[in-house]
């Protein structure tokens, strides 16, 4: 069962650099004829993704990999939605959750168990799904009476345990990660590395965009080559790890 | 291959299939869905709103009351000075400059704070996909607070000056909808080109800066002396007086209402096109 399809999908972002953002350049532009308003409508156009198809299923790991720039971010964000394409189509069939940046929404103002709620709420979960949850993260944070008072008060291992465990706590089917997620907190850190790998294991697809082949080859059975906004190779991860490196040779780019 | 069966069970059997095409021909089926799934997110855009509040007077001993004292002292200060400079009763001025204030300041906050609409969530929207007007909703949630704390000051007002407004006090419910309305349509294409341009949050302060003036607030309509073209034109003048006129116990005009409706057709016309047409830009301009 297909759970992600990018269909012939193409992004490309405008260029917005210094004056043509501003109304100014384009009113100017506008009046002053013909041959300056080709000026002003020849914007930088660079396109993250060109005719970009990709089919993933249950059971899907799948490792994306390119160098920087090749693409990999924005085919994440096109695939939770957050940017529509220009062109082409985007199909989703299940729960999909970005994991970009895992502290989006942590509010210092508010207490430890709103952070949670908040969370929750962000990502469209009713509040008794959020109840029936809060017990296990509650534990998970060994944070206690703390999560009544307002974040800014935790010290910032603190901060990484609720973070860590928010992020982690709503199960999604699709999981996107842009890099593999590490807590710093050293105590901290088995205890999350396995709750993350439970957390990714659940999932019923994941696709993983890193630089790092070990944990790619450790977590991903598939792979996706990228480069210059489009998919050069499919296929298992070893494969798609050599074909980047082939691609490396010739270019400056380090593989790790 | 594992497929999950915790207890994200329930979550799982409403399976989510959504599909996101790109060009337009979807474009008026996608900026209606946008609208009613950011209502379905009230509890998300509710919390969101209050916090906003709380946030800034956090820790302050009057809390969101700050804001109701320092309006009832500019009320005050306003209403003694303006009485006795156009030599008028302070028993009928101050409880029109204060709702005409009130109002106002409702008003204008949706258009200068309309800037960071969309910019000012760059976190969110470059992370996750929620409905754009969920955005909308918790500024517009957060005003109407803001309002609600103010009407205080208003009671205060009708009850030292023994004025009753009467059952044409409940002309203001509808009005202060269409308000919250026009308010919230502005608010959206105001957010959406200062996401593209830049410069358009400085314009529409220094704009709303010369509209309060023009407006009667602080001056009341006769003052003008037959220019009252001046007024017809003002689409400010209408709005804040649907809200004002019954709540100091007067009918608004015909010509009022008719204005509002106008106003509000051709907000309603300006936001569905760019929404429908510029909605999937937004998370490529903040």
Redesign the interface.
Known sequence: MPTLALED??VS??I?HGGS????K?LVFRGSGGQLATDANDRIMVEALRHVTLQTE??DRVALIGSNGAGKTTLL?VA?????????????????S?M??IS??I?G??SGY?NI??RG?????S?D?IE??MADIVAFTELGDYLDLPVRTYSSGMVTRLTFAVATC??P?ILLMDEWIMAGDAAFLEKAQHRIEGFV????TLVLASHNADILKRWCNKGIFMQQGEVKFTGDVDGALEAYAAAVVSSPHPVH | ????L???G???NQ?????????LANAPAMAAKDIVMGIR?W??WG??GW?DI??RY?RSLLGPFWLTASMAIMVVALGVLYAELFKIKVDTLLPYLCLGLIVWTLLSSFLTEAGSLFTGSE????????PYSVYVYRSCWSKLIIFAHNVVIYIGVILYFDIWPGAAALLAIPGLAVVLLNGLLLSLCIGMVSA?????PQ?VTSLVQIAFFVTPIFWTPELLRGRSFALDFNPFYHLVEIVRAPLLGTVPSAKNYLAVALITLVNLIVAGAFFTRFR?RI???V
């Open positions: 999908v193409s972002f405008p917005y953002r501003s109304l100014k384009s249950v059971g964000r939770a939605g957050i940017y529509e394409p220009i062109s082409g189509a985007v199909r989703t069939h299940g729960r999909i970005p970009f940046d989006l929404g509010d103002e508010i709103d709620l908040m709420l962000i990502l469209g979960l509040p799904d029936s949850r709503f199960q089917e294991e659940k999932a019923s | 291959m594992t497929i999950s915790n207890k994200a329930k979550a799982r399976q989510s299939v959504s599909v996101i095409e790109g060009g997110m509890r998300l919390r969101q916090n709380l946030q956090r976190a969110y929207i470059k992370q996750i996909r929620l593209r341009f830049r410069d358009i314009i999937a998370s490529y301009w």
